[in-house]
């Protein structure tokens, strides 16, 4: 029945007039804003800072894209994000999508990444990818490896679809990782993998690094636990206190 129902659509959708097009498309872009907003608010009712780290929900999340500087064309090639609570990891509730890119991104990109300029070029659109993935992380914590650049990435694409900003807390791993290695010069994936002898058997493939830096993160809190880091306020002011007696 719903199969014939998207049949019928597509049908309809052909024979459309551009200004009934353009109402049914202001509808769902008004749904998306609303279903968003809802988020944000739940976002600013929530206080996660006393919650034990072992209840938190986390999603930890990868973007691949075609350069570092999206303010000037670099885009969003595909992401990826799996879910947990605590240091628990849910490895069958992922998330993964590749994202049509408005320029095919270079050969070395595309050699880095695995992906093609075919599949890019039938990807779904950003606002689609964006609007999914919203639904997908709710109102938990974001976790990235270098999550500056995840989050430039993301403020830049949920203004430019959404005209709203990205209000989720994101964290990087190294929020973790100064506390409970702090004498251990720890920088890109790789090195904190070898350190932790997390298996690694794909890089730069948006969902597998997500589930590599899912296994980083959850050493990274049951250490921290074990170091008497009880919640995130816990760790903001030993970071705070740490920072201040450098001055």
């Given at each position: 029945?719903?199969?014939?129902?998207?049949?019928?659509?597509?049908?309809?959708?052909?024979?459309?007039?551009?200004?009934?097009?353009?109402?049914?498309?202001?509808?769902?872009?008004?749904a998306?804003?609303?279903?968003?907003?809802?988020?944000?608010?739940?976002?600013?009712?929530?206080?996660v800072?006393d919650?034990p780290?072992?209840?938190?929900?986390?999603i930890?999340?990868?973007?691949?894209?075609?350069g570092?500087?999206?303010?000037?064309?670099?885009?969003?090639?595909?992401?990826?994000?799996?879910?947990?609570?605590?240091?628990?990891?849910?490895?069958?509730?992922?998330f993964y999508?590749?994202?049509?890119?408005?320029?095919?991104?270079?050969?070395?990109?595309?050699?880095l990444?695995?992906?093609?300029?075919?599949?890019?070029?039938?990807?779904?659109?950003?606002?689609?990818?964006?609007?999914?993935?919203?639904?997908?992380i709710?109102?938990s914590?974001?976790?990235?490896h270098h999550?500056?650049h995840?989050?430039?990435?993301?403020?830049?694409?949920?203004?430019?679809?959404?005209?709203?900003?990205?209000?989720?807390?994101?964290?990087?791993?190294?929020?973790?990782?100064?506390?409970?290695?702090?004498?251990?010069?720890?920088?890109?994936?790789?090195?904190?993998c070898?350190?932790?002898?997390?298996?690694?058997?794909?890089?730069?493939?948006?969902?597998e690094?997500?589930?590599?830096?899912?296994?980083?993160?959850?050493?990274?809190?049951?250490?921290?636990?074990?170091?008497?880091?009880?919640s995130?306020r816990?760790?903001?002011?030993?970071?705070?206190?740490?920072?201040?007696?450098?001055?």
């Amino acid at each position: 029945m719903i199969n014939n129902m998207v049949q019928l659509v597509k049908q309809l959708s052909s024979r459309l007039s551009p200004n009934v097009y353009t109402s049914l498309q202001q509808q769902s872009d008004a749904a998306r804003l609303s279903h968003l907003r809802q988020i944000q608010r739940e976002l600013k009712q929530e206080d996660v800072l006393d919650r034990p780290l072992s209840e938190l929900p986390f999603i930890i999340f990868d973007l691949e894209t075609s350069g570092f500087y999206p303010d000037k064309g670099d885009c969003i090639l595909s992401i990826g994000a799996v879910k947990m609570v605590g240091s628990e990891i849910a490895t069958d509730d992922v998330f993964y999508s590749t994202v049509k890119c408005s320029k095919t991104p270079s050969d070395e990109i595309l050699a880095l990444t695995g992906l093609t300029a075919e599949e890019l070029h039938d990807a779904p659109a950003l606002v689609d990818v964006l609007s999914d993935f919203y639904q997908f992380i709710g109102h938990s914590i974001l976790v990235a490896h270098h999550a500056s650049h995840e989050k430039k990435f993301m403020s830049h694409a949920t203004w430019q679809t959404l005209r709203t900003t990205f209000q989720h807390r994101i964290l990087d791993t190294s929020f973790l990782t100064k506390i409970v290695v702090p004498n251990n010069q720890l920088v890109t994936l790789d090195e904190c993998c070898a350190y932790y002898d997390i298996p690694v058997e794909a890089r730069h493939h948006a969902l597998e690094d997500a589930l590599i830096t899912a296994q980083l993160w959850q050493k990274n809190i049951r250490l921290a636990k074990e170091k008497g880091f009880e919640s995130l306020r816990d760790v903001y002011s030993y970071l705070a206190k740490g920072r201040a007696a450098q001055f």
